[in-house]
């Protein structure tokens, strides 16, 4: 099995009082570099989920950086070259994708790129949205 982790869940797993937190550590901390990943994007969207929380949850840069240390340590990260990059908005425009949902095409390109066979998110609607190839991989943790 290969295990693909959306930022949402990166995010619940790092954050104790994250509704999802328990079982999204779980997951997080059964993950390691030869059978996990995420894509690159991920790490930019988790530091700056952690740095503007509001009032007493949110990290300063410093702190934040440690958890995406800790991250990129933990799960491969997955790049898209220009031509993938361009790919994915080509299709998301013919498939009447718009708005922010195009971080989400862009990181379940990647996972299909490393062969994910299971993406664990809690945007379940969101990367559904995205045709059968990622619908059938995708899960919470």
Not at 31 to 51: D, G, I, Q, R, V
Not at 76 to 86: A, M, N
Request: proline fraction near 1%; aromatic fraction near 8%; charged fraction near 20%.
């Amino acid at each position: 099995m290969k295990y693909f982790f959306d930022t949402s869940v990166l995010v619940a797993a790092i954050s104790v009082d994250h509704v999802h937190h328990a079982t999204s550590q779980a997951a997080y901390l059964s993950a390691a570099k030869n059978h996990s990943s995420c894509a690159a994007h991920s790490l930019a969207e988790l530091y700056a989920t952690l740095t503007r929380f509001p009032g007493k949850r949110r990290m300063s840069g410093e702190q934040a950086l440690l958890s995406v240390e800790e991250t990129r340590t933990r799960l491969t990260t997955v790049t898209l070259e220009e031509s993938e990059y361009w790919s994915v908005i080509n299709d998301s425009a013919r498939e009447g994708i718009i708005g922010g949902t195009i971080y989400d095409a862009l990181i379940a390109r990647c996972a299909l790129k490393v062969k994910a066979t299971t993406i664990y998110t809690w945007n379940l609607a969101h990367f559904r949205r995205l045709g059968g190839e990622i619908a059938k991989r995708v899960q919470t943790p």
